[in-house]
């Protein structure tokens, strides 16, 4: 099947074949290279994130030993954890299950906050996608972008997540893989320029280089037999230096072909100009001939007219123009052709000696000179373009002078007119740029001193006005620091004054609760008598009650001892007695009675004012406690005004040394300014110098 394609279609498909064959070797590699990359990634995310859940694991454990509280533990856990880094930029995270950011150190805003519905820019919830992963194996990774520290910028990045059972955490760290994918796609370029290299230059080059030796080689053989076969033997045959067929078949055909241009390589050999090497013509017999002998001769004198020759072009390259060759050794037409290049060197010598010393006095500037001699030909034409180039150098160096002298004296309004060729053009529109730069440049340095001149008076005129401003504010700034003093110490003196308000409230305190005590034994006495005079009233009740019986008994006494007549007159007597002694007992009981019944409204009066003094005595004591506490109060509050107007005071203090400062600096910026100013006028006055296009400076 492959006989039929031709030897550089074969070679064509080996180096297709190989360059398949690096293809899906390379292939293979950066597939392996990339989830090795990754592996290593993912391993190295999972170990620090192991290694700090043995932060919590120690947390816990002084937990359970009861050595910290729950709450302590958990601060001091994510205070730890907070400060991790590693890779100098990688840190740690703690999430819960809700999901809820219990901590976050590069976003502490997220702290607290509600992460259900967090999102990445590709819309992936990935702290939901962290929850459901911890629930269901306890740990793994989530694939999400999120931004890298000090940039808004998302990347990708890979996490490791794993919940800490006892406290319901879940704690995380992630690396951004962007430089893996950076890595991966330069390996990509890299691949593809290998590959086109390969296929654009390698492979062109290996199947040129397999063409030259091998199928190239055998093209030229073929060509050559076919020409050797019609008797042409003008190809020449390159022998491969190779121990191959093709080295054998080509060193087989220089053979032959050197047998068969024995003759004619000789005459070949003369006619272009190889005159080093002996021309020798071997017969079959292997010897000369006649016509080798000929040719032995012809070749000497070619010899010697060549080395005439040579010795001539020899001194003309050295610059020796005045050297000439001895037509005397030639015979015939060679004497004619030495001689002839002697008149030829005559002819050119003439004038290169007069083009060479008028070249001369230009290059010492001198540039009204020009070339005299009588030329024909070519010659007449070098003079003339010389000449004419001489007079246009001239015309332009003196113009050029002209305007160079004019805008060295300050005249820019100055151009080149002049009609330039060639590079001169150049060099004549560069200086007409140069001219109207300076013209624009100059012109918009006068605008902008005059701007400059003008903001630089209204800025020291601004300075000086903000130098007394600032000096007048730091004099008030002192009699309200010192006024602020005064209020100081009053206020010290308020908060003196109400300590001791508060003291002799507690010490009227006391006195009002002894009164009060004294008020309510007093109060106790009075019930006391009230209930005593309760009982004399009861016992003057009986009395009556017993003078009234006591009355009726001597009544009956008396109307018996009228019955009994005379035998009961002593009786009636005593009755008499008794019935008057019981009518003076119930005149005295009823006096006592008015007495006590005086007495117990007196006590009742009593009681009712020593109950009204008892609540005047409470009223008193609440009043007393609340100017107690307003005393407090007061010095408390006259304490925080004393440190307010002290650091009111300082604050004072600092605003005046800053506004002495400013007003210093405002001086310094006003003298600036009257420098600046000066500078300006200076700057004027130099711009005027120049004089511009359709306008003088004044």
Not at 40 to 65: A, C, D, P, Q, W
Not at 346 to 375: F, H, R, W
Not at 410 to 432: A, H, P, R, T, W
Not at 506 to 535: D, L, P, R
């Amino acid at each position: 099947m492959l006989n039929k394609f031709k030897l550089s279609t074969k070679i064509l498909m080996i180096l297709v074949t190989i360059m398949l064959s690096i293809s899906i070797l390379f292939a293979w590699f950066y597939f392996r290279y990339r989830n090795s990359t990754y592996s290593e990634k993912y391993s190295k995310t999972k170990n620090v994130v192991e290694t700090t859940y043995g932060i919590l694991s120690y947390y816990n454990n002084l937990v359970k030993e009861h050595k910290l509280s729950l709450i302590d533990a958990q601060r001091k856990a994510k205070d730890t954890i907070k400060l991790l880094r590693y890779d100098s930029k990688e840190y740690f995270w703690i999430n819960d299950l809700k999901p809820k950011m219990i901590m976050h150190p590069m976003k502490p805003e997220l702290d607290g906050t509600d992460l259900s519905d967090y999102k990445d820019p590709n819309g992936k919830k990935l702290f939901i996608e962290m929850v459901n992963i911890v629930k269901n194996k306890g740990e793994g990774f989530v694939e999400y972008e999120w931004p890298k520290p000090g940039v808004t910028k998302n990347y990708p990045k890979i996490s490791f997540v794993k919940l800490f059972k006892e406290w319901k955490w879940v704690i995380g760290s992630g690396i951004y893989v962007d430089d893996v994918e950076t890595e991966m796609r330069l390996i990509n370029i890299i691949f593809i320029m290998v590959i086109l290299a390969i296929l654009f230059i390698i492979l062109p080059v290996i199947y040129i280089i397999l063409s030259k030796l091998i199928v190239s080689p055998l093209k030229k053989l073929t060509v050559i037999a076919l020409q050797i076969s019609s008797d042409n033997l003008s190809s020449e045959i390159n022998v491969i230096n190779s121990k191959d067929e093709i080295g054998d078949l080509s060193m087989a055909f220089y053979k032959m072909q050197k047998y068969l241009r024995n003759m004619a390589n000789s005459a070949k050999r003369i006619s272009n100009g190889d005159l080093e090497e002996k021309i020798e013509i071997i017969n079959e017999n292997g010897k000369k001939g006649d016509l080798t002998s000929a040719f032995s001769e012809m070749l000497q004198n070619l010899k010697i007219l060549s080395s005439e020759v040579n010795k001539l072009t020899n001194e003309a390259q050295n610059g020796n123009l005045r050297f000439r060759s001895d037509i005397s050794i030639f015979n015939g037409e060679y004497a004619n052709v030495v001689n002839g290049i002697n008149k030829t060197l005559d002819t050119i010598i003439e004038p290169i000696d007069e083009v060479s010393d008028v070249l001369k006095q230009m290059a010492k500037g001198n540039l009204n000179i020009c070339v005299n001699g009588n030329y024909k030909g070519y010659y007449a034409m070098v003079k003339d373009n010389l000449n004419y180039t001489i007079d246009k150098i001239s015309r332009y160096i003196n113009e050029i002078k002209h305007v160079l002298v004019e805008v060295s004296n300050g005249n820019l309004d100055v151009y080149i007119s002049e009609d330039y060729v060639g590079d001169f053009i150049q060099i004549k529109d560069s200086i007409n740029i140069i001219i109207n730069s300076l013209n624009s440049l100059i012109g918009e340095i006068n605008k902008s001193s005059e701007l400059v001149h003008n903001e630089s008076i209204d800025i020291a005129n601004l300075s000086q006005s903000l130098s007394q401003s600032t000096s007048e504010q730091a004099s008030s700034l002192e009699e309200l620091a010192a006024t602020i003093s005064i209020i100081a110490e009053q206020t010290k003196e308020n908060a003196i004054n109400a300590e001791k308000s508060s003291t002799l409230s507690n010490y009227i305190k006391e006195n009002v609760t002894k009164g009060s005590n004294k008020m309510e034994e007093m109060f106790e006495s009075i019930y006391a008598i009230n209930q005593a005079s309760s009982n004399i009233s009861k016992i003057i009740n009986v009395i009556n009650e017993i003078s009234f019986q006591t009355n009726i008994l001597s009544l009956n006494a008396s109307i018996e001892a009228a019955r009994a007549g005379n035998y009961g007159k002593g009786f009636d007597v005593v009755a008499n007695e008794v019935r008057n002694l019981s009518l003076r007992s119930a005149q005295a009981a009823n006096d006592t009675i008015k007495l006590i019944d005086g007495t117990i409204k007196k006590i009742e009066i009593g009681s009712r004012i020593a109950n009204e003094t008892s609540l005047e005595f409470s009223n008193i004591m609440d009043n007393i406690k609340k100017s107690d506490i307003l005393s407090k109060n007061i010095t408390n509050v006259s304490n925080k005004q004393v440190s307010a107007i002290t650091e009111i005071n300082q604050g004072i203090q600092q605003i005046s040394d800053s506004t002495q400062l400013n007003s210093a600096l405002a001086q310094e910026n006003a003298a600036s300014s009257e420098e600046l100013t000066s500078q300006s006028e200076i700057l004027k006055e130099k711009i005027n110098n120049f004089k511009l296009r359709n306008k003088v400076l004044s």
